[in-house]
């Protein structure tokens, strides 16, 4: 079947590839050298990587394609967290119900919200996602804290029933797996100074975001995708070409919500332990930077913006004075101290100062986010390499 | 029988009487113009007709159905389509993605959840919307987007793209403003040819007077708010009413 376009196709690939080796190809540097602390490559913050990845790809439905710019999308994530225990505590320790929960309850919420948020568009549609956020977080704080556990957050315990696995009441608590293979299983390949790290609950996380991204793929070429772009492009002549823009938003609004469903089920998955704070502003903020940034509207940024501010929060924050004096100790005294004191304020506790300036950068300089970055280097090669296929004529043999 | 019939139409924004008992008979199958000067309510008449404004009393009927209080995808889905006098197109898609969008309206009607199938598989509107492009000799633009063209193009697209949906009733408001003259010749071809082919039943607002006697079988003048005058092109030309309206008249 010719389902996708070429560029398609390798676009597909080249995250299969890069999902599939990332143990590797985040993990460039030996262990031990001075490069070693910017290596990504372990379990944690590859998880991190793929659940994010996921949450990006499904607000890129809704954000990329309509333009409906939600500010509340971590609301879903935290519904999706807190669904996924509540399975852990009542059923089993499996991840496929506690998943399957997550986006249902997600998709519900979604419906809901999506509702009465769609009634208005633009700013308002905006401020109403966030209202409804901030309600959810502040609720699970409070009134809702028989279900969320409150400040405190949702934890497995050993009294919980899980009427599957038989709770005992005894011993270790249990950890998530699917059917036997443990989350947190990780093997790890010495090959010379490296190790690079391979996590079952990474791979789990990692073929749900290929799964995701090809589904995401699927909506973006279908006829139902043209329509959503329609609606961000002109919701005026929709109306007037006999289609109505209040279902498509909708169901938009629904998949992208079952998206941040299912990045919530992996994270309690790979942790089984959900808090309020994973509904936080700040939190839906940061599924919009991630997006912004990597290329809203694209296949792939979403994804590559996830990557990078992950990156970003895990890498850069580590990198503290010590460190830093560590490498700059080549240098006299007086310009050493001064060095590390001007970048004392991007790295470390700083990191969000350096984020944030990226941001502007890309915000301004490239309004198309990284894709447009990466796009227009394509752009580069492909003239050159077009010049040269255009002037053979004129160029004399070499030989 | 008029495929649109609208009687005593009265429409007010706050002490303004933009519309006063206005009735109007379309026949099918004929390009009907609505003329007068600025001000004298045509476009908001349009709007009317097609689920924009509803007006305070009167009726509006379209193939014996009641248009008032309909939403206006209803009343696309029903078979009246409107061509803006700004062209309202899809300015970030191509100009073949488009008339795909009408294509697929008329298909699927007003919604259809179909996420999983493929534009590139749905060999049947692909071959109807290129045949449109080339109906309306804009073929060679196919993957130009829609923003970067000139004027006189989007009008044309915006055309293709309302005829795509075959409809019963077609609106034009002022289909050649701004255009140059030989764009102007090009749309009054392109019109007749379309009402020639298909039958269209058109509704055409037009400032343009040599456009309005090219293609008008039958003209309402409109002046503030009322029908002054509706009767052949040929009777229209110097009836004294119709000099009283453009010029002043003796006040």
Redesign the interface.
Do not use: C
């Given at each position: 079947?010719?389902?996708?376009?070429k560029a398609d196709k390798n676009t597909l690939l080249f995250v299969i590839i890069i999902t599939m080796l990332a143990p590797f190809i985040l993990n460039p540097f030996p262990e031990g050298s001075a490069m070693a602390q910017f290596n990504a490559g372990y379990p944690d913050l590859m998880q991190r990587f793929a659940i994010f990845g996921i949450l990006a790809v499904g607000f890129n439905i809704l954000f990329g394609l309509t333009g409906y710019l939600s500010f509340g999308h971590a609301a879903f994530l935290g519904v999706g967290s807190y669904s996924a225990v509540w399975m852990f505590k009542l059923l089993s320790m499996n991840i496929i119900p506690a998943l399957i929960l997550s986006v249902i309850i997600a998709g519900v919420f979604a419906l809901v919200i999506g509702f009465i948020s769609l009634r208005r568009s633009g700013i308002y549609f905006s401020i109403l996602t966030l209202a409804f956020a901030q309600m959810s977080f502040s609720l699970a704080y409070s009134v809702l804290t028989p279900i969320t556990n409150g400040e405190t957050g949702l934890q497995i315990t050993l009294n919980d029933p899980r009427i599957l696995d038989g709770g005992t009441g005894a011993g270790n608590l249990p950890v998530t797996g699917l059917f036997g293979m443990e989350m947190r299983n990780t093997f790890t390949l010495d090959v010379g100074a490296w190790a690079f790290q391979f996590n079952v609950g990474y791979y789990v996380c990692a073929i749900f975001l290929i799964l995701a991204f090809y589904l995401s793929m699927?909506?973006f070429?279908?006829?139902?995708?043209?329509?959503l772009?329609?609606i961000?492009?002109?919701q005026?002549?929709?109306?007037?070409?006999?289609?109505?823009s209040r279902?498509?938003t909708l169901?938009a609004f629904v998949?992208s919500g079952m998206y941040a469903g299912l990045a919530g089920g992996l994270m309690a998955s790979m942790d089984p332990l959900a808090g309020a704070e994973r509904m936080q502003w700040t939190a839906s903020g940061e599924i919009v930077l991630m997006t912004i940034l990597g290329g809203a509207g694209t296949l792939l940024g979403p994804v590559l913006g996830a990557g990078f501010i992950k990156y970003f929060e895990n890498i850069f924050s580590k990198i503290n004075d010590n460190v830093l004096h560590t490498w700059f100790s080549f240098m006299p005294d007086g310009l050493e101290n001064a060095i590390v004191w001007v970048l004392h304020f991007f790295v470390g506790k700083g990191w969000h100062l350096t984020l944030g300036m990226l941001f502007m950068l890309v915000v301004i300089f490239l309004p198309g986010g990284l894709m447009e970055g990466a796009d227009r280097i394509r752009a580069r090669f492909g003239r050159n390499k077009g010049d040269g296929d255009d002037t053979p004529n004129a160029t004399t043999p070499a030989e | 029988m008029g495929i649109l019939e609208v009687q005593n139409v009265n429409k007010s924004f706050g002490g303004l009487k933009a519309l006063q008992n206005v009735n109007l008979n379309i026949e099918e199958g004929t390009i009907h113009a609505i003329i007068g000067p600025n001000g004298a309510g045509k476009s908001t008449l349009l709007n009317c007709f097609?689920g924009k404004l509803v007006p305070d009393t009167g009726t509006v009927m379209f193939n014996g159905q009641s248009l008032l209080g309909i939403?206006?995808?209803?009343i696309?889905?029903a078979g009246v389509?409107?061509v803006?006098q700004t062209p309202?197109?899809?300015?970030?898609?191509s100009v073949f993605?488009n008339v795909?969008?009408?294509c697929?309206?008329?298909r699927?009607?007003?919604?259809?959840?179909?996420?999983?199938?493929?534009?590139?598989?749905?060999v049947d509107i692909q071959e109807k919307a290129e045949q449109m492009l080339i109906d309306v000799n804009m073929i060679d633009k196919r993957d130009m987007i829609a923003s970067s063209m000139s004027r006189g193009d989007k009008r044309r697209l915006e055309m293709a793209?309302c005829l795509a949906?075959d409809p019963k009733l077609l609106l034009l408001d002022e289909p050649t403003a701004g255009m140059a003259r030989a764009d102007t010749n090009n749309t009054i071809d392109l019109l007749s040819e379309i009402q020639d082919r298909r039958h269209i039943t058109m509704a055409v607002i037009e400032h343009d007077m040599h456009v309005v006697f090219s293609l008008a079988q039958k003209i309402s003048v409109l002046a503030q708010g009322t029908v002054i005058v509706e009767d052949l092109p040929e009777n229209i030309k110097g009836h004294p009413k119709v000099q009283e309206a453009y010029l002043g008249g003796a006040h």
């Open positions: 079947m010719n389902t996708f376009s699927r909506i070429r279908s006829p139902f995708g043209l329509m772009r329609a961000k492009t002109n005026t002549r929709l109306n007037y070409t006999g289609l109505n279902p498509y169901a998949i | 097609v939403k206006p995808h209803e696309n889905q389509s409107r803006f309202e197109i899809f300015t970030d898609l993605e795909l969008i009408p697929f309206a008329k699927d009607g007003s919604f259809k959840m179909n996420a999983l199938n493929r534009v590139r598989n749905e793209m949906q």
